[in-house]
Each structure stands twice: as C-alpha cells, then as structure tokens.
C-alpha cells in the first residue's frame, strides 16, 4: 500500500471506527453509573 | 396517549437504531460507489456529509419520536398542527413504499442464502441461475417468507420481539463481516483492493460527482429521514438522551459499510484483473451481489463457507431494517386505533400484497426503487422544515439539551439545520433531476410511464401527496383525537 492510502486509511478508521467506539463507551460508562445509582 | 411499551435498555434501542441504520445498502452499494468515484477522494466527503446531513437529521426525528409518541403521522400532526398531518403521511408512505420492494430484496438474499447452505452449484453459473430465479415465480415465495420473518418479530412486540431479535443481529452481522474482511485481506493480492479503497486521489475530490454521490451516499445508508428513528424513539424512556444515540446510529452505520467494503474490494481486486473489477463494480447493485460475487467466492480458497457467511450478513442486514420500516407502518395503524396483532396482520398482508409487482418484474423494482429512493430526501426535507418551523434553537435548548442528555448539542447544529441542510437538499434534488433528464432518460424524461424518468417520480410523489393532503384532516382526528 502506498504512504497516502495508509494515512487515509489511519484517518478514516480513526475517525468512523475511533468514533463508534468512543461514542459506545460513553454511552457504557453513563449506563453503569446509572445503574450504580 | 398513554405509551405503554418501551425499549428495556439504552441498549435494546442502540442495537434497533443500528439495525435499522446498517442495511443492504452498506454492502451492495457503498464497495461500488465508492470504487466507481475515486476510491479513498469519495470517503473524506462521505464522512463529512455524516456530520452534516445524516446525524443532525437523526437527532431531529429521535426528538420528534421521543416527544410526541406518536408514528409519523401523528407526530408531524401534533408537533407541528393539524394541517401538517399530511407530511409526517407522506413520510410514512415513502418509507412503506420502500417496504413493499425491500422485502423482494431480502426474498433474493434469503433464495442466495439457501443455495448457498445447500451447495447448489448452479448458483457458479451466476448469469444464467440469477435470471431462471427471478424470471420464474420464487421471488414471491421468498418475498412472502421475508414478509413472514418480519411481521413474525413486529408481532411478537418491542422487547420481546425488536429489542431480541436486533441483540442476535447486529452482533452475528458484525461478527460475520469481520470474519469476511479477515478471508478477503488475506488473499494474495488484496492489498491492491486496500490501496484503491484508501489511496486519496486530488483530481476525484476536486470533481463535483465525488461530492454529490457522498452526500446520496450519506443521505440513503444511515435512515436518516425516513422515520425509522422517529418510531424507535416512541419507545425510548423519557430520560434518554438523543444526541449521543444519534452519534452511535449514524457512526455504527459508517463502520460497518468500511468493514463491507474492506470486504467486496479486495476480494475483486485479489481475484479479478482491473478492468474487469471495473467492470463488476458498474454492474448495479444486484449485478455486484448476485452475479459477480458468487462468481468470485468459485474462485476463492474456502469460497463456498464464505458465501454461506456473505450471504448470511446480507440477509441479516435486510431483516433488521425490514423489521423497522415494518414497525413503522404497524405503529401508524396502532396509532389510528388498531391494537398491535391485528395491525401487522393487516400491514403484513398489504406488505406482501403490493410487493408483488416488484416480485414478478425487475422493471417495476427499479422503478420504485427511483421513485421512492428520491422521495426519501423529501421525507429529510420535512424532518428539516420541522426543526426550522419550530425553531430550532427552541427544540435545542428545551427539547434536545434536557436533563438526562448525555450529549450537548450546540450552536452548530441551530447552523447546520437552519442552513446547510436545506442547501444540501437542493443541491440534490436538482443534481438527480439533472442526472435523469441528461444522464438516465434523455428522450423520455417528461414520461410519468418510463422507469428512470423525472416524470414517474414527480406524477408518483404529486398522486400520493394529493391523495393525502385530502385525507389530512381524517388522519388527524383519527390519530391524534382518537387517541
């Protein structure tokens, strides 16, 4: 793969992937505490 | 009205809200658009536009859903006024008539899925098995299976029927497409795929196209504005908050179109010379799926394990949306009265009933699928008239911002509402016009009978919106005082 394609690649999966991810796990932490209460 | 029912957990909706988002969409057309535009140029618009169409539409119904408790019909009538009605109908009636055709969809998937569990070799002989199949009569008894599994779950109600069905769906539909990404980006040669998928090319990002068919893209994959979210969120307790759902729904959907097509385009590329990629890649949707893939999982080490797994996805992906445009068409009728069993018996069985034509002719498919497919940016447009008729600022702070919202929304979205979201539907509705008066249909595009004229779509989208404007006033006072 080519230097452009791996820093697309590392932006697009950091933002779309990095996103969902971090935006489930707040919604996670929020339940628990939630729940804790 | 009293609400009765309710999702048991912040997860049974995400996981609804995901499975409605994540369709058939995300893997037969997603890998090919964004092969056909520039590759790694179509994905940095695509993302924006996420951020600038999908989402704020998406936080705009789960509010309107979440507020009003009604289907679409009655939450346009009581959000906005009686004379409104008419709208959130013809918002419900968009997306129904996508029912009817999506059903034949996921009939084909599970007729793919069959041959695939059963070893049918017929189906290497793609061309040939995909036309003697929807050429004969099968297509209605997959559609009505389809239709079947659907209701079955609509029936069985929220908790015990949405809520557990999607808590098996979305995880075996993730799971089964990173087992999928995993076989394609182990092929010899799938690094090309990889590359093209990723590699920014200036001259594509710097072309209008590669702008207009991200925001299509963005506008048709996440179900923002066809009043899916809108009939979820009745069901979402009072205290959930909508921005950071939003957010999950819309990047859930992203992720698992990037994992699609880290699938279909190495495998094309590992196995297929470039041209010949190319030229798969602009076989339309059912031709990628239903004639070239089978075709490449022949040639494929593992290959027929592997299209039992793709097909299995694809047919999961159609039933979680399935099940929510079906939940949407049985919520307005519960609304207007009829209690839930006997409002899916009905909508199941004018469901599989208008979804014969689209069965029996791949004509009168493609026709709908223009046709409705358009009407859904309307069905946007209303969401945004709404918001902005509201006022949007007024919906942010007293609506969106409350106690229990675990994500602010803030100024930008009174911007991107009021502004660009409004400028984007123009922008689209003139560009698909123009597409189909000098692209699609040239000599016959005035004809309201031609399958991909302007015409079909303007006398189809004027029938509906007349025959409910006049029923406006009945609509209103059977869903809203009736209740």
């Known amino acids: ?37 | 009205m009293k609400q009765a029912e309710f999702f048991s957990s912040r997860w049974g909706l995400i996981l609804a809200a995901l499975g409605m988002a994540v369709g058939t969409g995300n893997i037969w057309r997603f890998p090919r658009i964004v092969a056909q535009n520039g590759g790694g140029s179509f994905l940095i618009p695509w993302v924006i536009f996420l951020f600038l169409w999908s989402i704020p539409l998406l936080i705009i119904e789960f509010t309107i859903g979440r507020e009003t408790r009604y289907g679409t019909v009655g939450a346009f009538g009581k959000f906005l006024g009686k004379k409104f009605t008419w709208m959130g109908a013809f918002v419900g009636f968009c997306t129904m008539a996508i029912m009817f055709y999506y059903s034949v969809v996921m009939g084909w998937c599970l007729k793919y899925l069959v041959a695939a569990l059963s070893g049918n070799t017929g189906l290497f002989e793609s061309q040939a098995f995909w036309e003697s199949f929807t050429t004969s009569y099968q297509p209605v008894g997959f559609h009505m299976l389809a239709m079947t599994l659907g209701s079955f779950v609509i029936y069985k109600g929220v908790v015990a029927g949405i809520e557990r069905a999607n808590k098996i769906l979305i995880p075996l539909l993730f799971s089964l497409l990173l087992l999928a990404a995993v076989r394609a980006l182990t092929l010899p040669g799938a690094m090309s795929g990889l590359n093209y998928l990723f590699e920014p090319n200036l001259a594509a990002l710097l072309n209008y196209r590669t702008w207009l068919e991200a925001l299509s893209q963005s506008a048709w994959s996440t179900g923002a504005g066809w009043g899916l979210i809108l009939t979820y969120a009745v069901y979402m307790k009072k205290e959930e908050g909508v921005v950071l759902n939003s957010f999950i729904a819309g990047l859930g959907n992203n992720t698992a179109s990037l994992l699609a097509a880290m699938v279909i385009l190495p495998t094309i590329f590992a196995i297929l010379p470039y041209d010949e990629a190319m030229r798969a890649m602009a076989s339309g949707n059912t031709g990628l799926t239903f004639i070239w893939i089978p075709k490449l999982f022949e040639q494929m080490p593992l290959g027929s394990f592997f299209m039992i797994v793709f097909f299995l996805a694809l047919a999961s992906a159609a039933l979680s949306s399935l099940i929510a445009m079906l939940e949407l068409a049985t919520r307005i009728f519960m609304d207007a009265g009829l209690e839930r069993h006997r409002a899916i018996l009905f909508v199941a069985t004018f469901g599989f009933l208008f979804g014969l034509p689209s069965a029996l002719s791949l004509q009168f498919f493609n026709n709908q699928d223009w046709v409705w497919g358009l009407g859904l940016i309307i069905s946007g447009m209303f969401f945004t008239f709404a918001a902005i008729k509201y006022g949007v600022d007024k919906m942010r702070t007293t609506l969106i911002n409350v106690e229990g919202n675990d994500l602010a929304a803030g100024r930008w979205f009174n911007r991107i509402v009021t502004f660009l979201i409004p400028l984007e539907f123009v922008v689209l509705i003139v560009w698909w016009s123009w597409q189909a008066v000098t692209a699609y249909d040239p000599e016959g595009w005035w004809n309201p009978f031609r399958t991909f004229s302007l015409g079909t779509c303007i006398f189809q989208w004027l029938l509906a919106i007349v025959i409910l404007v006049v029923l406006n006033n009945k609509m209103f006072e059977k869903t809203i005082r009736g209740s």
């Open chain 1, 1 to 37: 793969m080519s230097t452009s394609a791996i820093i697309m690649m590392v932006v697009i999966l950091g933002i779309v992937w990095g996103g969902f991810v971090a935006t489930l796990r707040i919604a996670f932490v929020k339940e628990s505490r939630k729940n804790r209460k």
